[in-house]
């Protein structure tokens, strides 16, 4: 069963710094770009940034470009996203997402976590 487990979310201070990671396992035969998104308190889901499956094409959203950045050890490997000056309106739980094919012969399937926490204080 493939598990995808972020981790890292935390309370900070405006102007703060927090690395959210995205741990996968499970039985992994290949894996495409992760993505992360968020979900602030009466919001809908909001995409926060991604890398695609090559490591080399990076995307962000607005509101965070220039403050954060997606990182990922190798395609199968674990995910990172490294915040910056962060704001009070970066406040909620962030969600990795990544697809995966278990095997040569299934199709890929979108795999989420459980989330992490991010509190940003004034």
């Known amino acids: 069963q493939v598990v995808l487990v972020e981790s890292g979310g935390g309370a900070v201070q405006a102007g703060g710094s927090l690395r959210l990671s995205c741990a996968t396992s499970?039985?992994?035969?290949?894996?495409?770009?992760l993505c992360w998104y968020r979900r602030a308190p009466g919001k809908g889901r909001e995409f926060v940034a991604s890398?695609?499956?090559?490591?080399?094409?990076?995307d962000y959203a607005d509101s965070v470009k220039g403050r954060f950045t997606v990182l990922r050890d190798d395609p199968l490997g674990t995910g990172y996203l490294h915040m910056y000056n962060l704001k009070p309106e970066d406040t909620a739980p962030y969600y990795c997402?990544?697809?995966?094919?278990?095997?040569?012969?299934?199709?890929?399937?979108?795999?989420w976590g459980q989330g992490t926490q991010v509190t940003v204080s004034s």
């Open positions: 997402t990544q697809g995966i094919a278990t095997t040569e012969s299934d199709p890929y399937r979108q795999y």
């Open positions: 499970g039985p992994i035969w290949s894996a495409g770009g």
């Open positions: 890398i695609d499956y090559k490591n080399q094409i990076t």
